[in-house]
């Protein structure tokens, strides 16, 4: 990764061919082609004019609630007794996660170009909650692609959507979970592409989604930052973690960071029931290069190159794949990896509830207890800056049936 030292590391990559070193591209069938330029040019044209910078900040202050707060996790750091743990509260975003972000984006983006109607598929239901908001605020329509299993997992996410005016479509072919949902979803983009613009649900796909995800979701970043230093004095966190599916969350908050080389960044993989394949969605930790969703990247495949399938108790991290982004930080050494396991986040999401009164995403668990494992392990003069995802009201209901109330002492 060596960065053309006259430009930032977010103007040097990708390069023009939508090439995050040797990951990324645009690897989809010749249809396509024709709305993906359309896309990459109307973006390039439009997002830094002054006018649709101000319809951004506009729906970013009134509709998402931002800037959101950085806190400090006095309780559980002083449990740990180790390094200070601080959070980014995308939990607290107008819908309940970070996703909100690159949906608005998206929408205003749509709007500019004259399209009708935003398509996406969701995993854990907060895309599909998100994108469904941004289409109600921007009068756009919505259709949005769900595997089986995630419509009754989340079923309250998806009375939300339907409520907010968009059509759900629920995938049933495979696993029926997030893969055939966004396999779904890209082919309903090339059928309609004329009218409809793809709102992705994260930083993967072919260029431009990647760069339009990650530029969207710099928001957090930049936020980070600015707020890290105000609250202490000027310094920097030594260390930035965020869970990792495709890297939407991630790429938003290690985008603030990346060019400080004394900032380590953590990438936190599900390593769900265990490692066996198919048993887990820890893609860097166990996965290899191929192509998925028209992207060179990392992915978690068969022998016959098929992605295999995947399990996590975090419907949003089930994914046998990550952005090419991501794939290109980890390959040269500057992300950091880690894998937690159902159980932990499981037991995690009980301790940050009853401990700091918040109760985080299951995604987001696994990026805590990553947190909580290396706060115990350095020394208390040292600041972990935690992505806090989204919320975990779309988890109670699951999380109450299958674990209870979380009083028993092995998981509190
Ligand atoms: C709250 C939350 N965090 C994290 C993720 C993972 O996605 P990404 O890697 O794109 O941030 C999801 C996906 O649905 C999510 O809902």
Redesign the pocket.
């Given at each position: 990764m060596e960065p053309n030292s006259q430009r930032s590391y977010l103007q040097s990559y990708p390069n023009a061919e939508g090439y995050f070193g040797r990951f990324g591209g645009n690897h989809y069938p010749p249809e396509l082609r024709p709305a993906l330029e359309e896309l990459a040019s109307s973006y390039q044209e439009l997002h830094q004019t002054p006018e649709f910078q101000d319809a951004l900040n506009k729906a970013r202050v009134g509709l998402q609630g931002r800037p959101t707060p950085i806190h400090y996790l006095e309780n559980l750091s002083n449990q740990v007794g180790g390094a200070q743990i601080f959070i980014k509260r995308e939990d607290l975003n107008h819908t309940?996660?970070?996703?909100i972000n690159h949906c608005v984006g998206f929408a205003l983006l749509a709007k500019k170009m004259g399209k009708k109607k935003l398509i996406a598929e969701?995993?854990?239901g907060?895309?599909g909650v998100a994108l469904a908001t941004a289409a109600a605020y921007f009068g756009l329509e919505c259709e949005v692609h769900m595997g089986e299993v995630d419509v009754a997992k989340q079923s309250s996410n998806v009375g939300r959507m339907q409520l907010l005016g968009a059509r759900v479509i629920s995938a049933t072919t495979g696993q029926s979970a997030l893969k055939e949902a966004s396999d779904s979803a890209f082919n309903a983009y090339v059928e309609q592409h004329e009218h409809a613009l793809y709102a992705i649900?994260?930083?993967?796909g072919p260029h431009p989604f990647p760069m339009i995800v990650r530029d969207f979701q710099a928001v957090v970043g930049r936020e980070a930052r600015e707020q890290f230093r105000s609250i202490t004095n000027g310094s920097m966190p030594d260390h930035v973690v965020?869970?990792?599916?495709?890297?939407?969350?991630?790429m938003g908050m290690y985008s603030g960071f990346i060019e400080d080389p004394g900032v380590v960044l953590h990438a936190v993989e599900p390593l769900g029931i265990s490692d066996e394949l198919g048993q887990h969605a820890a893609t860097l930790s166990y996965g290899s290069p191929g192509t998925l969703h028209g992207a060179r990247s990392v992915m978690l495949q068969k022998d016959d190159g098929m992605p295999a399938r995947v399990s996590s108790v975090?419907?949003?991290?089930a994914?046998p794949g990550v952005?090419p982004e991501i794939a290109m930080l980890h390959e040269t050494g500057r992300l950091s990896i880690a894998a937690i396991s159902d159980e932990e986040a499981i037991s995690t999401f009980f301790r940050m509830t009853k401990s700091e009164g918040i109760i985080p995403?299951l995604?987001?668990a696994h990026a805590l207890a990553f947190a909580i494992q290396l706060a115990s392990q350095r020394p208390s003069s040292e600041r972990i800056l935690v992505n806090l995802?989204?919320r975990g009201d779309k988890d109670v209901d699951f999380v109450l049936e299958k674990y209870g109330t979380g009083t028993s002492p092995a998981l509190s």
């Amino acid at each position: 990764m060596e960065p053309n030292s006259q430009r930032s590391y977010l103007q040097s990559y990708p390069n023009a061919e939508g090439y995050f070193g040797r990951f990324g591209g645009n690897h989809y069938p010749p249809e396509l082609r024709p709305a993906l330029e359309e896309l990459a040019s109307s973006y390039q044209e439009l997002h830094q004019t002054p006018e649709f910078q101000d319809a951004l900040n506009k729906a970013r202050v009134g509709l998402q609630g931002r800037p959101t707060p950085i806190h400090y996790l006095e309780n559980l750091s002083n449990q740990v007794g180790g390094a200070q743990i601080f959070i980014k509260r995308e939990d607290l975003n107008h819908t309940g996660a970070h996703k909100i972000n690159h949906c608005v984006g998206f929408a205003l983006l749509a709007k500019k170009m004259g399209k009708k109607k935003l398509i996406a598929e969701t995993g854990a239901g907060q895309h599909g909650v998100a994108l469904a908001t941004a289409a109600a605020y921007f009068g756009l329509e919505c259709e949005v692609h769900m595997g089986e299993v995630d419509v009754a997992k989340q079923s309250s996410n998806v009375g939300r959507m339907q409520l907010l005016g968009a059509r759900v479509i629920s995938a049933t072919t495979g696993q029926s979970a997030l893969k055939e949902a966004s396999d779904s979803a890209f082919n309903a983009y090339v059928e309609q592409h004329e009218h409809a613009l793809y709102a992705i649900g994260s930083a993967i796909g072919p260029h431009p989604f990647p760069m339009i995800v990650r530029d969207f979701q710099a928001v957090v970043g930049r936020e980070a930052r600015e707020q890290f230093r105000s609250i202490t004095n000027g310094s920097m966190p030594d260390h930035v973690v965020a869970c990792v599916a495709g890297g939407s969350n991630a790429m938003g908050m290690y985008s603030g960071f990346i060019e400080d080389p004394g900032v380590v960044l953590h990438a936190v993989e599900p390593l769900g029931i265990s490692d066996e394949l198919g048993q887990h969605a820890a893609t860097l930790s166990y996965g290899s290069p191929g192509t998925l969703h028209g992207a060179r990247s990392v992915m978690l495949q068969k022998d016959d190159g098929m992605p295999a399938r995947v399990s996590s108790v975090a419907s949003g991290l089930a994914y046998p794949g990550v952005g090419p982004e991501i794939a290109m930080l980890h390959e040269t050494g500057r992300l950091s990896i880690a894998a937690i396991s159902d159980e932990e986040a499981i037991s995690t999401f009980f301790r940050m509830t009853k401990s700091e009164g918040i109760i985080p995403a299951l995604e987001s668990a696994h990026a805590l207890a990553f947190a909580i494992q290396l706060a115990s392990q350095r020394p208390s003069s040292e600041r972990i800056l935690v992505n806090l995802s989204g919320r975990g009201d779309k988890d109670v209901d699951f999380v109450l049936e299958k674990y209870g109330t979380g009083t028993s002492p092995a998981l509190s």
